[in-house]
């Protein structure tokens, strides 16, 4: 059975026994290529058809949400990712996100930014970053939020969950925008006492073209 939009709300609130709350599950990107394939989505060609690539590169800016991974039309889907910068520009500071994270905001949580999943205990949620997208515009947002101050904005996000998250995404965009520009570097390799040879025998310098 492939289902794309949650149940009526009234529906639920007839048929439950006990005060709850219930979270449709987020998708995975495998389940989502089925999902496609089996409503006649799919396709390698031809007007409005997805390939398992589109949903693939729709699920890294959009994490697992039917809805925007499935959209037929593109410039709806690039609509789509306009607004989510737009919803991680409205975050003003680490303090902010970390009132969203906990739920305590003082406006609706940023359900394009964070999503909520099952935590340990079942009976309660925690919070995560929707994508690798959001966790990498996320973290240069926020570096601006601080005068670029690298070393400020890891020490207030720690302890916050997705914290580390944000400051692994952050590592990651910083490394690629210095290959992007083009730069040189010098790998080493740790060293080997199995074999008897150390980094400083194995120097390699190269210069990729970017």
């Known amino acids: 059975m ?68 499935l959209l037929q039309e593109e410039a709806l889907a690039e609509f789509k990712k306009r607004d989510l910068n737009k919803e991680i520009e409205q975050i003003r500071d680490v303090e902010e996100f970390s009132h969203l994270v906990d739920g305590v905001g003082n406006r609706s949580a940023c359900h394009r930014v964070l999503h909520y999943v099952p935590g340990e205990d079942t009976r309660w949620v925690d919070t995560k970053l929707a994508s690798p997208f959001v966790g990498e515009n996320l973290a240069l947002h926020l570096l601006k939020s601080v005068k670029n101050d690298k070393k400020s904005l890891h020490t207030s996000l720690e302890g916050i969950p997705e914290g580390a998250s944000l400051c692994v995404r952050l590592f990651e965009a910083e490394t690629h925008e210095q290959l992007a520009r083009g730069c040189k570097f010098e790998p080493r390799l740790l060293r080997d006492t199995t074999a008897g040879r150390s980094d400083a025998q194995l120097p390699t310098r190269f210069s990729p073209s970017l």
């Open 2 to 69: 492939v289902v794309f939009t949650s149940p009526n709300v009234e529906w639920l609130r007839v048929v439950r026994k006990d005060d709850c709350t219930i979270y449709m599950p987020l998708w995975t990107c495998e389940e989502l290529q089925e999902a496609a394939s089996a409503v006649g989505l799919k396709g390698s060609s031809g007007v409005n058809c997805i390939t398992d690539d589109i949903i693939e590169e729709r699920f890294y800016s959009f994490g697992g949400v039917a809805r925007e991974c």
